[in-house]
């Protein structure tokens, strides 16, 4: 089966981005105000892609074992995420001083 000669040009023509022409699409996207917010934006997408392309997933023949693997990992990098914020120093001198607050304007 041949391809047609327009298809075989829509093929031969895909559009690439250029590091300059990502630049300005970002800048243009977000309109970062200073040099750093700009760093900022650059750097999140920068992770972004590299986790991205870390974190591929094949599909195996059972989609729904698949899926449910997904939901399990995120799930398990969620529940880290959230210990480590309810766990740390901070959070929990924070959460103290809210249940003193609590106690006392509920036992005034």
């Known amino acids: 089966m041949s391809n047609s000669p327009q298809q075989q040009n829509a093929l031969q023509t895909t559009e690439t981005f250029s590091s300059d022409e990502f630049s300005a699409l970002l800048?243009?996207?977000?309109?970062?105000?200073?040099d750093q917010a700009k760093e900022a934006v650059e750097n999140a997408v920068k992770t972004l892609a590299q986790q991205a392309l870390e974190n591929t997933v094949t599909v195996s023949s059972d989609a729904y074992r698949t899926i449910q693997a997904l939901i399990a990992e995120i799930d398990e990098k969620l529940s880290q995420q959230i210990n480590q914020i309810i766990h740390h120093d901070d959070f929990q001198k924070l959460e103290g001083a809210w249940h003193g607050l609590h106690y006392l304007v509920n036992n005034s």
Do not use: L, Q, V
């Not at 800048?27 to 200073?34: M, Q, V």
């Open 27 to 34: 800048n243009k996207e977000f309109r970062p105000k200073t």
